[in-house]
């Protein structure tokens, strides 16, 4: 018996999960921020600072399975909901992090419906899914009943990141299983640059919203740190910890000499 009454990680990683689910659903925004940085300690601070949810940048970062661990772990205890995001063929990884605690996934370049009803799938356990079942602390490390409380299974984010997507969006933010989608920006403008005949990547985004909200799908963005508003269409706005500490640390730096 511990000291005082406990609440089971995996509990505490539902009501995460099931806030989150809420905020959107009943019109709120959401802050969040791409972890790039190893130390879990980094978690205190956005914690401290307010923010609602983290990205562990399993694609672009440099994080270990142990580090990753970690900071899943701190982000649940600090009260943050974590997410890791992997690349579209990175299934392992991803049901890795969810075994760790992660409360869901973002999905890099998605670009059909089938890829997010075979993403669905795969983070689910069964019956809902083909998820594996193991001792882990995404089951308290133990072997309890499944349940299929749909409030609290893990997030799916997809990511629409090319002119290929942003074509077909119709069919893709009206596809079942993604709790919301995010537009990737810098890789979309990186990947509209590929043709000549590419419209503006701001009426890209422009027609995405529309889309969306024809549907009623929730968009995330990334956000400016130079905009107060941020992304003021997204529901769910992103910043990386490279730009939150760069800056702080400019703005400390420009100061008188």
Known sequence: MTLLPTVSFRDR?????????????????????????TDPRIIDVWA???????????????????????II??????????????????????????DSGAAGVMVADVRTATQVREWRTRIEYPPAGTRGVSSTRALDWGLPLLTTDGASS??????LETLEASEGVRELVAAPGADWWHIGRTDLTADLTVYADAPPVGRVVDAIHA?????????????????????ARARVVMVTDRQLTFAA?????????
């Open 249 to 257: 640390g400019s703005g400390f730096a420009d100061g008188p000499r």
């Open 154 to 159: 893990p997030l799916l984010v997809p990511m």
């Open 48 to 70: 401290s600072a307010g923010i609602d949810l983290v990205a562990l940048d399993l694609e672009h970062g440099a994080h270990t399975t142990e580090s990753a661990d970690e």
């Open 13 to 37: 990683r539902g009501r995460l999960i099931r806030a989150v689910r809420e905020r959107i659903a009943g019109g709120g925004i959401l802050r969040g921020c791409f972890i790039g940085f």
């Open 73 to 98: 772990a701190a982000a649940v205890d600090a009260g943050v909901l974590p997410l890791v995001r992997v690349s579209a063929t990175d299934t392992q990884l991803a049901l890795r992090a969810l």
């Open 211 to 231: 889309e969306a909200q024809a549907v009623g799908m929730p968009l995330g963005e990334n956000g400016s740190l130079t905009d107060a508003a941020g992304a």
